[in-house]
């Protein structure tokens, strides 16, 4: 390779720039920056190996060597024990080999859920609501270590530590939910560091090593709809996530590396145009992907209508990724997109911002704290609300919500989304039809 670069002559920023100059043909160069507020990132159209200021650490490129493969996942709401065995099964003859349920009542027949499912052969995501639940399933499962628990103790100020539970994963760390009220990439990403980084102490001063805490951890991401600070996001998060271990000295190299699950959720959807929603439902699934994600799930456009999820929705949902890997082979290259200068610029950016902002949550005393709590929520909302007004002000356009709108008669209704830290998950469209009344 070093050879191949020898027959090439060397090109310069500047002379890189000059072309620039000249094929824009009198425009204005400030068309080749981007000024963006509500992300408070300031950066150019193309970057250069002069630019690079630092390396970015192996960190930010996952483990995988051999291919960029992931597990296609489908998220089911147990409403009744039968129902949602159903449709797992469906599921996994369509194609998945991830089911994330999420139970919604109490006393769950995790037998009658499970029934029939061959947990060996794939993986399961369970949003358990206790440690009961928990011993239930792994007694029904022979303690399989193909199964995540997902508990999400932290939203709530309360981190329930389990002294039995070793080598399993189960505490969850939901930017994702962050990421759905309107956070910005680095708030969501110094959201997960802090929360993260509050389970590692509280599983440590119960006795694990720092190898056996990170094993109980586990991470889901939103993905919003601008391609390269996604991409740059969640390689930011895996770079600082190794920065905040390598401090207590794991044993073992693998300990660095951990479970991201990237959800493509609602904030750009709309239930009167749902084509489009397959459009950008699939350029997210592209950026999550490309960053080399363990998990991904497509959650169905209409999940919060009125009217439920309908069959072709979860259909499609789920198809996206299957045909981003068996038909335009995105698991074939290992972290495609390292080595690019602007992603490499742009993780270098997104990473020092949420940097600052997870040393200030540490300050603050950390998200187990009701005030930094409190705060982080409240600058949150502050973010949440910018982005409404440039939506409302026409700054920010999204085909079929606030341009070319659908004329048809629009028959379903979004229902209330779910909140998070006090903050209601953000959705343009339902936003929009409020304001029209």
Excluded at 13 to 18: E, G, L, P, S, V
Excluded at 160 to 174: C, D, F
Excluded at 231 to 253: E, G, T
Excluded at 271 to 287: F, G, I, K, V
Aim: aromatic share 8%.
């Amino acid at each position: 390779m070093s050879s191949f670069f020898k027959d090439f002559n060397k090109v310069s920023k500047q002379d890189w720039a000059d072309k620039i100059h000249a094929d824009l043909r009198g425009k204005d160069p400030s068309l080749l920056k981007t000024e963006d507020t509500i992300e408070e990132l300031n950066f150019n159209c193309f970057y250069h190996a002069e630019d690079q200021k630092r390396d970015i650490s192996n960190s930010a490129r996952g483990i995988q060597r051999n291919n960029n493969n992931w597990n296609n996942g489908v998220h089911i709401e147990i409403e009744s024990e039968a129902g949602a065995n159903t449709q797992a099964l469906k599921a996994l003859m369509n194609g998945a080999d991830m089911i994330w349920f999420r139970s919604t009542k109490g006393n769950t027949n995790w037998e009658a859920v499970l029934q029939n499912i061959k947990v060996e052969y794939i993986k399961l995501q369970i949003s358990a609501n206790s440690f009961e639940d928990i011993a239930i399933i792994n007694k029904l499962t022979d303690n399989s270590k193909n199964i995540q628990f997902n508990m999400d103790t932290m939203s709530v100020g309360e981190t329930i530590i389990s002294t039995t539970l070793k080598n399993q994963s189960y505490l969850l760390v939901n930017g994702f939910s962050v990421q759905q009220a309107g956070a910005t990439t680095w708030q969501e990403i110094a959201y997960c560091l802090n929360a993260g980084h509050e389970y590692l102490l509280q599983l440590m001063d119960s006795g694990l090593t720092i190898d056996q805490a990170c094993e109980s951890i586990s991470f889901h991401v939103g993905v919003g709809s601008n391609y390269f600070y996604e991409i740059a996001k969640i390689r930011a998060l895996r770079d600082l996530w190794a920065k905040i271990v390598r401090a207590y000295n794991p044993a073992n190299d693998k300990t660095y590396s951990f479970s991201i699950t990237a959800v493509i959720g609602h904030t750009n959807k709309s239930l009167s145009d749902p084509h489009t929603n397959l459009l950008r439902q699939t350029t997210e699934s592209m950026s999550a992907l490309s960053a080399g994600v363990d998990s991904i799930v497509v959650l169905p456009h209409d999940m919060y209508s009125e009217s439920g999820a309908s069959e072709l929705a979860q259909r499609m949902a789920l198809n996206i990724s299957l045909v981003l890997r068996e038909e335009s082979y995105f698991g074939m290259v290992v972290d495609p997109l390292g080595g690019s200068y602007t992603i490499e610029q742009l993780t270098s950016m997104i990473g020092e911002k949420a940097w600052n902002e997870f040393q200030h949550l540490e300050k603050e005393g950390g998200l187990l704290n009701q005030d930094c709590r409190s705060a982080f929520a409240a600058r949150l909302n502050t973010k949440r609300e910018a982005r409404i007004s440039q939506f409302m002000n026409n700054e920010h356009i999204l085909i079929g919500i606030n341009k070319f709108m659908n004329p048809a008669e629009e028959k379903l209704a979004w229902a209330k989304l779910p909140s998070y830290l006090g903050v209601e998950a953000l959705n343009f469209e339902s936003l929009s039809k409020i304001a029209s009344v």
